[in-house]
């Protein structure tokens, strides 16, 4: 037996996936194995409700316990690091059944996905303020700025998401009116910590331009093409204090 073949149907058993083979029966009939099993489940559930702490506060321990070991059966993690894991869990509330009374929690639970992933995120040089300033005007629409490495940013249309989200992981009480409209939120990291703030459509729109390679010019006509009479001047320092932008080349520090 191929060690690749030991390992593939080991992994598989312990999921509780259909492995025919004697030799694997064999190890699944130990009293053992079920402890090891349970264990490597527990493991699992544990990591996706550190992964996801608001979804976890908006429908209880044992709701989104229940729902990770499902998540975790169907999708167990592909390597040993579980800090990344549940990269499909978003998609996955987004289509539970028991979660259609709750349209708003695939949204907050993308925002607990953001968070991971601006932590885990590479390090880069931002483009601040001064730097901008430098920059000769007749130059300046072509810059090629790009979104930050671990600048994460999301829209959700019908929920106030990040409002929903921001009080939870925050600790803050909800407003005894929350106002029922779309938001959105941007995360970043400039220095050690995940920081966040609201943003508007139009910072959404710029830095989807950006990320798709646009120079500044054509990224600021996108975001006032979508949200027209947005101040630019503003927003654009906004992101820039975020620490949301940087620069293809590295010029930026």
């Given at each position: ?71 975790a059966r169907a999708q167990p993690p592909r390597d040993g690091l579980l800090m990344d894991y549940g990269d499909g869990f978003v998609h996955f509330l987004n289509q539970f059944a028991p979660a259609a009374d709750l349209p708003y929690l695939g949204a907050v639970a ?144």
């Amino acid at each position: 037996m191929q060690l690749s073949t030991f390992q593939d149907g080991f992994s598989a058993a312990l999921h509780g996936q259909a492995v025919h083979a004697p030799w694997l029966s064999a190890l699944e009939a130990q009293p053992g194995f079920a402890v090891y099993r349970n264990t490597v489940l527990k493991g699992c559930i544990d990591a996706l409700q550190a992964s996801y702490p608001t979804v976890c506060q908006l429908v209880g321990t044992d709701w989104f316990r229940a729902a990770a070991a499902m998540y975790a059966r169907a999708q167990p993690p592909r390597d040993g690091l579980l800090m990344d894991y549940g990269d499909g869990f978003v998609h996955f509330l987004n289509q539970f059944a028991p979660a259609a009374d709750l349209p708003y929690l695939g949204a907050v639970a993308r925002l607990d996905r953001c968070w991971t992933e601006c932590h885990l995120a590479a390090d880069a040089p931002a483009v601040g303020r001064d730097w901008l300033a430098q920059q000769a005007p007749h130059t300046l629409p072509q810059v090629p700025l790009r979104p930050h490495p671990a600048a994460r940013w999301a829209w959700c249309d019908a929920h106030p998401a990040y409002a929903l989200w921001q009080h939870h992981r925050a600790g803050l009480a909800l407003p005894d009116a929350l106002d029922w409209f779309g938001d959105g939120a941007l995360l970043t990291r400039p220095h050690t910590e995940v920081t966040w703030r609201p943003l508007p459509r139009a910072g959404v729109a710029f830095l989807d331009a950006c990320a798709q390679g646009l120079p500044l010019e054509a990224a600021a006509t996108r975001a006032l093409e979508t949200e027209p009479g947005t101040d630019f001047a503003a927003l654009m320092g906004s992101l820039l204090d975020a620490g949301a932008l940087t620069l293809t080349d590295s010029r930026a520090g």
